[in-house]
């Protein structure tokens, strides 16, 4: 027990230091971990594969929503993206540089792609033509490079991997569309996949992609109470189109620009599926997305161990289509184990013993609840599918409901700074659209405006949460990671 | 008729001139590009789908073999890269070299991965401290930058995908075995998938991978006679290990270097597909990495073109597990849509017009042989089934015999250097073992030592057939890419 304890130990406690229990999760979990070069980190095994899942589960939607993937140069030569200023402006401080090609300087340098607009409008110019080259719907999975000064293992990295969406369309009705259907592919797959709500709306000029007309996204609410952008859908109007001069010819003979649009989410959503689920006991995984869903514990004793190795063993085959552990090793105590698995956020564990095979009998234990309940062996796998099911709709609603809780109207700006110091989570208020106001809130409490929603508007007498002066919008504000 | 003469004219004939037919097929069936950036490719949705299918099937196999995905840093501190020496006098000359991150300069460059031991090992030796930490059995999928002077479309590019394993060991048997296992994990996936045999064996001294003790390659055999190199299997002793610090403190309480292996093939692998299979016709892709498996097209007349429409949408949704498009476009003739599919290389063509809707029947072409059958439409399915097997089989068998109609023994220097001239293809030959000979050959006739085979050795009286001395090897040389 004295092992135990201290396994225990190692977690700081989530309600005690939100920010060092992240970490602490994720490194004892074996997730990820720090590396030499500064903001970089190293992707572990298991942490990967709960990326390859929220990857597959992605992938999948970009696929029947029409899209193909390519792949673009990491490069993007310094003029190219010189060539936008808004884009330059807002990228070029934490942009790496390439300078030299083996022992040769280089004539141009070339920034590694700090998202690839630039470069992929460049190619873009050379494909289209014609109004039948249209709509290009093409995706990528990539690494990017910001220059981050303060970094968090997989919210800001260094180095990052996610997924750039890069479509032109004949016309502005047809591009706005699709900024919106992926916006909604975002939200659709952040519940379904992750078991994570989200909030859903415009960011602000202030916080819009740099180069972009308009840019829409999704918000999670993490359980300290910080908001996590999920992912960003951009309308970005014909401003990349005339810097790049990508143009065609439509059928009424006249050369025109087209309409675009950009879109990503990237590894930072691991982190948020930590944040939104976990417990001080550690990871709580979405069981359509955890690399292991099951996990078996065999109860040891001398005389039956290989009889219950046996029997472990003939019960993880007898779940196919189940991601499925069985951990035989006869170095730790079960004890050690429960905690062990419970640390990774496995959602179903299932232990057999000698007691337990006598009756046919399992003990299976979720771990959301920790509820723990005995199943014949004959209605394990029944009860481990329903389970899952059942295990990803509870977080989902247990998510759903911390947001609703943690989502409060607030009409009063001393009510306002008051509550994002002792409660954080997210509040809506009413703003009278000046950056002026939204640079004054963000000053005085760090809190930015999240997102002006699709489905709030100001009642006519509103004012402004801030200035006092009539209101415009009504939008959800949050301190964000 | 005359769009579709042009049509086939846009490809060079591969007997005439095999490198520009190989630019064009790349560029004509839209499976790649070049970019302004020297040396780098788009990989376009066509070719990205090909290596999707090619990534899949190998993924699932090292993960198979128990190997787990993970994610290493990009960039590689100076520093790290040149504390082995043989390492960074190998890969110096192609490195790329961040400076710069964001304004500032950095204090110390870093190289772009140009592979990533020296990133890996330096992280390994951290994670590693006792025997219950080994094996480390980690595979990694990424990109890689090699500044590399003469480029060509996926066979040798600037930026490159591919995938690094990464394996320690307790022992050198297991490395050794590790090693040999992930060489034939390659030798099945390029037969099964790829339909393309290969040569196993061993690299010479001279060719092997820079710090590594000993390295094994697959060797293919182009439609011109030049060898194409697969992949390759590194055992790399304890090199890294020494130098990196990688150590364990093993069950006899005495501390240890770990044995290391590394193996890795690359998006290559698709240049290689094109130039085994393709003809003058475009590309022909082995069914079981064909992005698209199955095409329908149909005949239009006026009056019976909606009926036909629906027949070929419902007849495409007949075929659920099989990659299927329906060309359902009115804007070209069925003329020129059997030409563009051609040339894509799509294994299997169904053709629907109104006669053959009255009969109940459709007409099914497949592209490696363009056998053509009228079957009825309730055999479709069984049918189609049938041939992409078949036409899987017949590749890798078509491939095969020319492999060993292009596989010749030579024991005479002047008829060597005749072959390689006239004939290309693999010379089986005597050699003493000495790089001297080795580079004589390179020099003279450009073939080098592509390996030497496991299952091949000298008679006793077998001289070298450069120098004339006693032969210790015997090898298989080609001119390669």
């Known amino acids: 027990m004295a092992a135990e304890k201290e396994f225990v130990k190692e977690l700081t406690s989530k309600s005690e230091d939100f920010s060092q229990w992240y970490v602490d999760v994720i490194r004892k979990t074996d997730m990820a971990d720090y590396s030499s070069i500064k903001g970089c980190m190293v992707i572990k095994?298991?942490?990967?594969?709960?990326?390859?899942?929220i990857r597959d589960g992605l992938d999948r939607r970009i696929k029947a929503t029409g899209h193909q993937n390519a792949y673009f140069p990491l490069f993007v030569p310094?003029?190219?993206?010189?060539?936008?200023?808004?884009?330059?402006?807002?990228?070029?401080?934490e942009v790496a540089w390439v300078t030299h090609?083996?022992?040769?300087?280089?004539?141009?340098?070339?920034?590694?792609?700090?998202?690839?607009?630039?470069?992929?409008?460049?190619?873009?110019?050379?494909?289209?033509?014609?109004?039948?080259?249209?709509?290009?719907?093409?995706?990528q999975w990539a690494n990017i490079v910001r220059w981050e000064k303060v970094t968090r293992l997989f919210l800001r990295t260094t180095e990052f991997l996610w997924q750039e969406g890069h479509t032109c369309h004949r016309t502005e009705e047809e591009a706005q569309e699709e900024t919106i259907k992926m916006l909604n592919v975002?939200?659709?797959?952040?519940?379904?996949?992750?078991?994570?709500?989200?909030?859903?709306?415009?960011?602000?000029?202030?916080?819009?992609?740099?180069?972009?007309?308009?840019?829409?996204?999704?918000?999670?609410?993490?359980a300290d109470g910080k908001a996590l952008q999920g992912g960003t859908s951009h309308n970005l109007g014909q401003h990349f189109a005339k810097v790049f001069k990508i143009k065609f010819l439509d059928e009424d003979q006249s050369e025109k620009y087209v309409w675009q649009t950009s879109w990503g989410v990237s590894t930072r959503l691991v982190g948020g599926v930590v944040m939104v689920h976990g417990d001080d006991a550690g990871l709580v995984l979405p069981p359509r997305i955890a690399p292991i869903q099951v996990v078996f514990v065999p109860i040891y004793f001398e005389r039956t161990k290989e009889e219950i190795r046996a029997k472990v063993t003939a019960l993880a085959e007898a779940l196919p289509g189940i991601?499925?552990?069985?951990?035989?090793?006869?170095?730790?105590?079960?004890?050690?184990?429960?905690?062990?698995?419970?640390?990774?956020?496995?959602?179903?564990?299932?232990?057999?013993?000698?007691?337990?095979?006598?009756?046919?009998?399992?003990?299976?234990?979720?771990?959301?609840?920790?509820?723990?309940?005995?199943?014949?062996?004959?209605?394990?796998?029944?009860?481990?599918?329903?389970?899952?099911?059942?295990?990803?709709?509870?977080?989902?609603?247990?998510?759903?409901?911390?947001l609703k809780e943690n989502t409060r109207s607030v009409t009063d700006y001393g009510e306002f700074k008051e509550l994002i110091e002792s409660k954080r989570g997210f509040l809506v208020a009413d703003w009278c659209g000046q950056a002026a106001c939204e640079d004054k809130i963000k000053e005085d409490t760090k809190a930015t405006i999240r997102c002006i929603p699709f489905d709030l508007s100001p009642s006519p007498q509103a004012t402004c949460i801030c200035c006092g002066s009539g209101a415009n919008h009504r939008v959800y504000f949050a301190r964000a990671y």
């Open 101 to 139: 090609g083996g022992n040769e300087k280089l004539e141009e340098r070339l920034a590694i792609r700090p998202t690839s607009e630039a470069i992929i409008c460049s190619i873009y110019a050379k494909w289209i033509h014609s109004y039948r080259d249209l709509p290009i719907l093409i995706n």
């Open 45 to 53: 095994p298991y942490g990967y594969a709960l990326w390859e899942n």
């Open 323 to 402: 991601r499925v552990e069985a951990d035989l090793r006869d170095t730790f105590t079960p004890g050690w184990k429960f905690n062990h698995w419970e640390m990774k956020g496995v959602p179903v564990r299932i232990e057999v013993g000698p007691k337990d095979i006598a009756k046919h009998q399992v003990v299976i234990v979720r771990r959301d609840t920790r509820e723990k309940i005995f199943v014949p062996e004959t209605e394990m796998r029944a009860t481990v599918e329903r389970l899952l099911v059942d295990i990803q709709r509870s977080l989902f609603d247990r998510a759903t409901a911390f």
């Open 78 to 93: 310094e003029s190219l993206l010189r060539l936008e200023a808004e884009h330059i402006e807002g990228f070029a401080p």
């Open 186 to 222: 975002y939200k659709e797959f952040m519940e379904t996949e992750l078991a994570t709500p989200v909030i859903v709306g415009q960011k602000t000029e202030r916080e819009k992609f740099a180069g972009a007309l308009r840019t829409y996204t999704i918000e999670a609410l993490m």
